[in-house]
């Protein structure tokens, strides 16, 4: 079986947009990773909850995967983008779980449920569009978008070529701007 | 192909991400699991030979009992009716729904969205598995038989009227930035009878506030109010309302800054206000604000429901434990005066196996007080028949009941 969260596998990362990289402690050693989760478990979290579109998940998800990065950071503090390698493992934990359970899509049986708290309602074509792709076609657009990543590191993060990138946000793509158009 | 963001798009997406409720993870949260994990590793041999020996002499439940004097009793819910004394507090059934259709993950087909219960499978593709609720909002009876109010809602009042608070877009199809400020949206608070007759609908939406109903009165809403910019811990403004159903008038109870966004249970009688932040209950004095209880209940698990006793003694909190082997559901009850656990309770496990072959996992789905003494427990388990076909919630409620003296 593949070892989808091997810190290796994200090594040939090239950049780091600024904010999403470590933040810099006047050490030798790099960052702590008390640092790192102070910077980062908000964002990854927040980038989980929109691709996985279901808040406590994502919530778990963070959570288990910044303890895998815990574990092993030393290896993980090496690489060029540790935000990106944790958001990975959160989605690879929070996929795999779902493959378990049988959970493909979650919805909410009531709308309250879901990515959006009862005072964001969803209630726009859009929003309900970009919660009825596919998980792996969010999570190509919360990597450029919220974690703002090149086509490059997107591929990298979610171990896909940039080809497969590209295609699945040019799909992702055309069905927000379908719904977009059709709100206005 | 392009590979750019168009701004419309970016700007959607930033707005959904804006949208998520804050991070409420702990540093002392990550180092428990990464503490769990490596005490797992090691010990998972020795304990799968324990819960062996538990099986073969008939005593499961013996694994979890705890220390004090805790006393199971085990209750079927839907299969065989429950004898109980007519409870202090009603146990209503909260739990989502998920579907999947056929197909190989991941898929891009939308799922519908409403149910349709005239249609097979709810309106979804034939094949398709999974769990639902449909019909209104489902209790679980004393007798173990599970009701469904038509009337919808969040909470029940006292006197039987369903309340519930809810978003209404008043300009559907008009594209505008999502978010907590956006315009043309209101949060409408309801009270409904049982035949659905709507006696009060009012906005009760403070722009660029979250705001959640957490407990009535026949006279007053109890909501939390959390302002947008509140991103972590400490929320400044965080605060607890009663709202007059009969003219909207609104008085402060109290800051819940403390808390975790929102009122897990309130319990106005004992006048306390209980929360989860991961698996840490805090309970606040709804009267002066104080806190008076913060309790780590467990290191390595997802602790999201709790309930006051009658007599705001005791508060049991419900756990889901994650693992490699599969998940575990428990019940812990604590003493508040004491801060020492008086039961620590397994209610359901299934293995990773079991998980895959049943589409539907085993999970909490509400949590009452019978009396100061007994606690009512609800969660979901799909009968065995459910690998190939939509279940309902009322079909696959079971229940127990556990004595703490």
């Excluded at chain 1, 969260?5 to 008390?34: C, I, N, Q, W, Y």
């Excluded at chain 2, 659905?196 to 109010?225: F, I, K, N, P």
Aim: glycine fraction near 8%; aromatic fraction near 4%.
């Amino acid at each position: 079986m593949e070892r989808e969260d091997h810190p290796a596998r994200v090594r040939g990362m090239k950049s780091v947009p600024a904010d999403l990289a470590p933040p810099v402690v006047a050490t030798a050693v790099g960052p702590s990773f008390e640092d790192f989760y102070r910077a980062q478990a908000g964002r990854v979290h927040r980038a989980l909850a929109v691709t996985l579109a279901d808040a406590d998940v994502a919530r778990e998800a963070t959570d288990e995967a910044m303890a895998r990065a815990c574990a092993r950071w030393g290896r993980v503090s090496e690489l060029d983008n540790p935000g990106g390698w944790v958001y990975r493992v959160g989605l690879n934990w929070a996929t795999s779980w779902w493959r378990k359970v049988g959970r493909e899509r979650p919805f909410s049986v009531d709308d309250h449920g879901g990515l959006l708290p009862p005072v964001e309602p969803g209630a726009t074509t859009a929003l309900v569009a970009l919660r009825g792709l596919g998980t792996h076609h969010r999570a190509v657009v919360v990597c450029r978008v919220l974690l703002d990543l090149s086509v490059a590191e997107t591929a990298v993060v979610l171990a896909i070529s940039e080809g497969t990138v590209k295609s699945r946000l040019a799909r992702a793509l055309a069905a927000l701007r379908t719904a977009l158009s059709e709100e206005s | 192909m392009s590979s750019s963001i168009p701004d419309d798009v970016a700007t959607l997406v930033r707005s959904a991400g804006a949208a998520v409720p804050p991070y409420t993870g702990s540093l002392e949260q990550v180092h428990g699991r990464v503490t769990a994990r490596r005490r797992r590793h090691v010990l998972v041999g020795s304990l799968a030979s324990l819960l062996a020996v538990a099986l073969a002499v008939g005593v499961p439940y013996a694994l979890a009992r705890p220390d004090g004097p805790a006393v199971l009793t085990p209750m079927p819910a839907a299969s065989s009716p429950e004898v109980v004394p007519a409870p202090a507090q009603r146990l209503f059934l909260q739990v989502g729904g998920f579907v999947a259709t056929p197909g190989s993950y991941p898929s891009d087909d939308a799922p519908p969205a409403t149910l349709d219960p005239s249609k097979p499978n709810y309106g979804f593709p034939p094949g398709s598995t999974g769990l639902v609720s449909v019909g209104g909002l489902k209790e679980l009876l004393p007798d173990g038989s599970v009701v469904t109010h038509p009337a919808g809602g969040d909470l029940v009042r006292p006197d039987g009227q369903f309340v519930t608070v809810y978003p209404r877009d008043l300009a559907p199809g008009v594209s505008r930035t999502d978010g907590p400020c956006v315009s043309d949206l209101a949060m409408m608070l309801e009270v409904r009878a049982a035949d659905g007759s709507v006696s009060v609908s009012r906005d009760v939406r403070v722009m660029c506030q979250y705001v959640t109903l957490v407990g009535a009165t026949d006279e007053e809403a109890y909501l939390v109010r959390v302002p947008s910019d509140a991103q972590r811990l400490p929320l400044p403004g965080a605060k607890l309302v009663a709202h007059r159903f009969a003219d909207g008038v609104e008085r402060d109870v109290v800051g819940v800054d403390v808390l975790s966004g929102t009122v897990h249970d309130l319990n106005l009688s004992a006048g306390l206000a209980a929360s989860l932040a991961d698996c840490r209950l805090v309970v606040l004095s709804t009267s002066t604000g104080a806190t008076e209880h913060s309790i780590s209940v467990s290191s390595d698990g997802f602790c999201d429901r709790v309930r006051l006793s009658p007599d705001g003694r005791l508060a049991a909190v419900v756990e889901t434990k994650f693992s490699d082997e599969g998940r575990e559901g428990w019940i812990h009850v604590i003493d508040l005066a004491r801060v020492s656990k008086v039961l620590s309770q397994l209610v359901y496990s299934s293995t990773q196996t079991e998980e895959r072959q049943r589409i539907a996992p085993k999970a909490f789905a509400g949590l009452a007080w019978v009396d100061d003494s007994h606690i009512r427990v609800a969660y979901i388990e799909p009968p065995a028949s459910s690998e190939d076909r939509i279940v309902t919630v009322d079909e696959s409620a079971r229940a127990v009941t556990l004595h703490v003296s």
